[in-house]
């Protein structure tokens, strides 16, 4: 399959630089400062439902790129994300219908 169906940030550096000691370190500090904005980010906002579930959608994001994905595996995770708020019992929008 080569590098077209992985999904990780260590791919996307290695075009750059094809060397294990310089993309493993690279991607992780790139997901670290992700990371730790993300972080910074969730804990001083206000929290409500919309920005939880956006919160939890960013997050699934970011924990794509450090690991090994397949392309298959990363749509099963961006498809699991979207659908989760409509699943509750307050799904319901004012209007009367629901998410879809």
């Given amino acids: 399959m080569g590098p077209k169906g ?3 940030l260590q791919t996307v550096i290695s075009v750059f630089r094809n060397d294990p000691r310089i993309y493993n370190p690279a991607s992780y500090l790139i ?6 904005a993300w972080i910074f980010v969730t804990v001083r906002s206000r929290p409500s439902r919309a920005r939880v579930w956006l919160a939890l959608a960013a997050i699934s994001a970011l924990s794509m790129l450090p ?5 298959y595996d990363a749509k099963l995770l961006l498809l699991t994300v979207p659908p989760a708020p409509c699943s509750g019992p307050r799904a319901a929008r004012s209007d009367g219908s629901r998410c879809w």
């Fill in 6 to 8: 992985v999904l990780d």
């Fill in 31 to 36: 997901c670290g400062l992700l990371l730790l």
């Fill in 67 to 71: 690991v090994y994905h397949r392309q």
